[in-house]
Structures are given as C-alpha cells and as structure tokens.
C-alpha cells in the first residue's frame, strides 16, 4: 500500500471537504482515516489516504491539490508517508 498524508488549513467555508474528496475519488485515491477539526473559524483536517491505485502521478496530485487550497482559499499539503514519518522521527 502506498500511503500519503494530506493537511488542510484554513478559514473555514462550506464544501472544503467535499471539494477535497471529490479530487480525491475523481483519482482513484482511497481515503483510510480523516480527521477535521474546527477552533472558532479556522479549519484543520489530516487525512491518510492510499494511492495504489491512483490515476496519474504523485508529484501531479501534490500539485493540483495545492491549486485546489488556492482555488477554495486554503492551504493544501501533501506529503508521502515514509517522507512525514522520518520528518516526525523523536
């Protein structure tokens, strides 16, 4: 399985999640775990996902959802998991 980690940050508006999974599932990437809070107005959410089956490449789907966070105002980061595991290493 290859995994990724996905943050999102931002202010808070309708339809961050929705317009995220959308690009997500338009792509064949499975969403394992999702995690999304909310403190006053702003929107945090980590999601691990799986890419094994995923239509296109890598560095193409941390592009277009950086273009994504653009379009609908917040930040979008991703990162492969073996990559966000030695950055996080104690």
Do not use: P, W
């Not at 940050?9 to 909310?38: F, P």
């Amino acid at each position: 399985m290859k995994k990724a980690i996905i943050t999102v940050v931002g202010k808070d508006t309708v339809g961050i999640i929705a317009r995220v999974c959308m690009y997500l599932a338009e792509n064949k990437v499975n969403i394992l775990d999702i995690s999304q809070t909310i403190v006053q107005d702003y929107f945090n959410m980590m999601m691990i996902v799986d890419m094994s089956n995923m239509t296109g490449q890598y560095g193409d789907m941390v592009n277009e959802l950086e273009n994504l966070g653009q379009e609908i105002g917040v930040s979008v980061k991703c990162q492969k998991e073996e990559i966000f595991d030695q950055m996080h290493r104690i």
